[in-house]
């Protein structure tokens, strides 16, 4: 079964660091690329970042650049978001998704990321 | 960056109603547009992409309409198993953005 799943979330304190990671599996991970989603308790949907298959080119929402980092490692088959000076505003539920011609075709459960002191 | 707009924001509709969501883009994206269902605690499942293209597995009942800057998504009988909230997002560019969510409650 085509599946993600995301860890490293936690409680964090404001000003702090923190990585998510995404494993992937039963698909070529290499081939797609691969996008952090958030959500905020009680709000809509914000996309964070995207990463192509290579690594290569990456995206950012304004939100969160020059703070967050994207990245992935093709032969562990893990995406991973690299998140500093975290900010109450960046508490929400982190998913990872697969991106394709068809959008966001497979979602991952997500990670609950709490920014407070 | 392209702002999306959904309307309504809350829908009150009974079993076997039809039920139509309309999305608004702030400058063109061809069909270059999906649409999501969410429920309570739970990842977002895709429903709609290229904006009539029904994802595999997704109830026909389920459609989607439009192009350019109007969209719509209808639901042709209302389920008890429809009631969630419904986004739309465009991927003609990035920033990849959402509408702010449509809940489908039970009237």
């Known amino acids: 079964e085509v599946q993600l799943v995301e860890s490293g979330g936690g409680l964090v304190q404001p000003g702090g660091s923190l990585r998510l990671s995404c494993a992937a599996s039963e698909f070529i991970f290499s081939n797609y690329a691969m996008t952090w989603v958030r959500q905020a308790p009680g709000k809509g949907l914000e996309w964070v970042s995207v990463i192509s298959g290579s690594g290569g080119s990456t995206y950012y929402a304004d939100s969160v650049k020059g703070r967050f980092t994207i990245s992935r490692d093709n032969s562990k088959n893990t995406l991973y978001l690299q998140m500093s000076s975290l900010r109450a505003e960046d508490t929400a539920v982190y998913h990872c998704a697969k991106e394709t011609m068809k959008a966001f075709d497979i979602w991952g459960q997500g990670t609950m990321v709490t920014v407070s002191s | 960056d392209i702002q999306m707009t959904q309307s309504p924001s809350t829908l009150s509709s009974s079993v076997g109603d039809r039920v139509t969501i309309t999305c608004r883009a702030s400058?063109?994206?061809?069909?270059?547009l999906a649409w999501y269902q969410q429920k309570p605690g739970k990842a977002p499942n895709l429903l709609i992409y290229k904006a009539s293209s029904l994802e595999s597995g997704v109830p026909s009942r389920f459609s989607g309409s439009g192009s350019g800057t109007e969209f719509t998504l209808t639901i042709s009988s209302l389920q008890p198993d429809d009631f969630a909230t419904y986004y739309c997002?465009?991927?003609?560019?990035?920033?990849?953005?959402f509408g702010q969510g449509t809940k489908v409650e039970i009237k």
């Open positions: 400058q063109s994206i061809s069909a270059w």
């Open positions: 997002q465009q991927y003609n560019s990035y920033p990849r953005t």
